[in-house]
Every structure is written in structure tokens, then in C-alpha cells.
Nanobody, 125 residues
Framework: VQLQASGGGLVQAGGPLRLTCAVF????????MGWFRQAPGKEREFVAS????????LFSDSVKGRFTISRDNTKNTVYLQMSSLKPEDTAVYYC???????????????????WGQGTLVTVSS
């Protein structure tokens, strides 16, 4: 299974940005998917996760109400729509797959088996 994150870039504070994670695997529709981020000098932290069918989602308190997560199982893709971005959202964003996730929405990095390479989001003030 391979994950490829894209969509990062430079954006002004208050603006939107959408990240995309393409998953190359045979049973993507079974996977719970998550997004994590790591800012310079900080540990990787949970951002959002979504169940296999998109019916459940979980967000960190720091992004709740500003970010949404969605997926298209016909395209093996998961999205992170970010709005009202803040400079503190600056980080490398990683998508991750939990192949046994099904209805789960894991928030712990250890629950995920596969990781993408990361895409850098920089929010200027």
C-alpha cells in the first residue's frame, strides 16, 4: 500500500487549502484514514480521521470547526479541507491508513500501518 499526499503550499492566514491523499491499494474502502501533522521542533500530532465509509469523523480540538475530512472510495482518495488557517497550522501534513480500521476513527499514530510522505503547509501571517 502506498500513500501520496499533495496539495500543500503557502497560504495567507484566514485562507483555505485542500490536501489530497491518494491511496494505492486493493482494499482502500476498508481502511480508516487519518491526517497528522508535524511542526518544526514539535512532535507529530493528530489532526483528523475518518471511518471506512465516511460516516464517522474525529478532529483534534485545535482544528475542530475549521477542518473537514472526507473520502471518495471510488477514487481511493481522502481529502482534508482546511479553512480559516492560522500560522500555527504550519506543518508537514501526513496522511495515514489503518487497514483494519473499518468503523474506527483512530487518533493515535500507532494505529496506522501505512504513511504518506508528507506535504508542507505554510501559513503566513
Amino acid at each position: 500500500v502506498q500513500l501520496q499526499a499533495s496539495g500543500g503550499g503557502l497560504v495567507q492566514a484566514g485562507g483555505p487549502l485542500r490536501l489530497t491523499c491518494a491511496v494505492f491499494g486493493r482494499t482502500f474502502s476498508r481502511y480508516a484514514m487519518g491526517w497528522f501533522r508535524q511542526a518544526p521542533g514539535k512532535e507529530r500530532e493528530f489532526v483528523a480521521s475518518i471511518s471506512w465509509d465516511g460516516g464517522k469523523a474525529l478532529f483534534s480540538d485545535s482544528v475542530k470547526g475549521r477542518f473537514t475530512i472526507s473520502r471518495d472510495n471510488t477514487k481511493n482518495t481522502v481529502y482534508l479541507q482546511m479553512s480559516s488557517l492560522k500560522p500555527e497550522d504550519t506543518a508537514v501534513y501526513y496522511c495515514a491508513a489503518d487497514p483494519d480500521g473499518y468503523y474506527r476513527t483512530p487518533s493515535v499514530a500507532g494505529a496506522y500501518e501505512y504513511w504518506g510522505q508528507g506535504t508542507l503547509v505554510t501559513v503566513s501571517s
